[in-house]
């Protein structure tokens, strides 16, 4: 194992959309280590079902929220497919940064994390604990509600509130 220091770390996910939760631990990620870089994966999440915005769309409104909420210096945004482990390699990057809000993230993210680290052991995994107030934050219940047609303003930024609002009324 080598000792050493981390100072890159891929926070990944499907980001379909980004919203107030992912944003808190891509700033907590930043405030612990010197450079972040957010993947955005091009595959199924854990809900089985494919992303409702394309990749682009998902990187762009990514982008932009980095903006908006003034935490995009030393953090860059880069879509990727396949083993999370690879990308982060090919990156450089020493380890992955992921929030935990309840039990059963901590069931899915610990087998992920031991798989991740069976292919690649020197890859770290670091996990944060959610800000209260995000704990109930999901891109699959900002999806239900925008596609309700209901407010979503305290649950994403901006940004992510129009690219809803304009792709659930096509
Ligand atoms: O936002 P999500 O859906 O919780 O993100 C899940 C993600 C993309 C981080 C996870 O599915 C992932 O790491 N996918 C890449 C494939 C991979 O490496 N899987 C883990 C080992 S089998």
Known sequence: MSDERIEH????GTFDPVTFGHLDVIRRARRLFPHVTVGVAASVGKNGSGPTFTLDERVRMVEDALVEEGIAERVDVRPFSGLLVDFVREVGAGGVVKGLRAMTDFEY????????????????????MSSPQFGYVSS???????????????????????????????
Not at 9 to 12: E, I, Q
Not at 109 to 128: G, I, R, T, W
């Open 109 to 128: 993210e610990l087998q992920q994390a031991d798989l991740n680290y069976h292919m690649a052991p020197e890859v770290e995994s670091v996990f944060v």
């Open 9 to 12: 770390v891929v926070v990944p």
């Open 140 to 170: 699959s219940i900002v999806r239900e509600l925008a596609s309700l047609g209901s407010d979503v303003s305290f649950l994403v930024p901006p940004n992510v509130a129009r690219c809803l609002a304009e792709h659930f009324s096509r």
